[in-house]
């Protein structure tokens, strides 16, 4: 699934539960916070 795929799903999903724009945000956000952290974690193992 490509990028614009992807975040057109995100958009089908985020209106179905009713998200405001601030809530999309936080939940990229969250995402992010939890591939860095991810990450960071395997680059220690």
Known sequence: MSHPER???N???FDVLGL???E???V???VI???RARLE???SV
Do not use: D, N, S
């Open 33 to 35: 916070a939890l591939v």
């Open 24 to 26: 999309r945000e936080a």
């Open 28 to 30: 990229y956000e969250a």
């Open 7 to 9: 975040r057109a799903l």
């Open 20 to 22: 405001t724009a601030g």
């Open 11 to 13: 958009e089908v999903v």
């Open 41 to 43: 974690k395997a680059q």
